[in-house]
């Protein structure tokens, strides 16, 4: 590994930083949603990101969103994808709704 090469662990380290603060900005909505909707809950922003990752890499010339990086989005679609496993790990042997 190179000197200052990034590392992993870094980038989960921010990552979890990240989410602390924006999960307090939005009162844990993520969360109360898939409680409330079920598990398809989860689907709607991982759907959302995986729909301004596929505008920002095929329309590099001029992407529709251009507040938000390609690293930006990344970031939120692991964070929601962490969080959902976050969630499945703290109901288990709870009743998860997939509805």
């Known amino acids: ?3 200052n090469e990034v590392t992993f662990k870094q980038i989960a380290e921010e990552l979890t930083d990240l989410q602390a603060k924006k999960n307090a900005d939005y009162d844990n909505a993520y969360m109360k949603d ?3 909707y079920g598990m398809v809950a ?24 251009q507040a938000e990086s390609l690293e930006d989005t990344f970031l939120d679609l ?4 962490i969080m959902a496993v976050q969630y499945i790990r703290n109901k288990k042997g709870k009743k998860i709704s997939h509805a």
């Open 1 to 3: 590994m190179e000197k």
């Open 34 to 36: 898939i409680d409330k």
């Open 42 to 65: 989860s689907l709607i922003p991982l759907n959302h990101k995986m729909n301004r990752l596929d505008n920002l890499v095929t329309k590099v010339e001029k992407p529709m969103v």
């Open 78 to 81: 692991a964070g929601y994808a």
